[in-house]
């Protein structure tokens, strides 16, 4: 059996929402600077849901548990899941 450990730094948070917050910052220069077409802020705002949301264990082990049982109900048990 291979087993997979994620451990969580205490107030991790704050440190990935000032991340967030510098980075969400820059995108309008950025995007300014190189003439892009493309909604920076919104990429990262939900780049930055997905990111906070895996720090919710219970929610990913539950969501593992789920596509894992989604998967075999389609006959593929090789999928590997973290």
């Known amino acids: 059996t291979v087993v997979a450990i994620k451990v969580q730094r205490p ?9 967030l917050y510098i980075v969400r910052s820059i995108a309008p220069l950025y995007k300014r600077a ?4 493309s909604n920076l802020v919104g990429l990262i705002d939900e780049w930055g849901r997905g990111f906070v949301d895996e720090l919710d264990y219970v929610r ?17 048990d090789a999928v590997t899941t973290s």
Do not use: H, P, Q, Y
């Open 11 to 19: 107030d991790v948070i704050k440190d990935i929402a000032l991340d």
């Open 60 to 76: 990913e082990a539950t969501n593992g548990r789920r596509f894992l049982a989604a998967m075999r109900a389609r006959g593929l």
């Open 34 to 37: 190189f003439n892009m077409n």
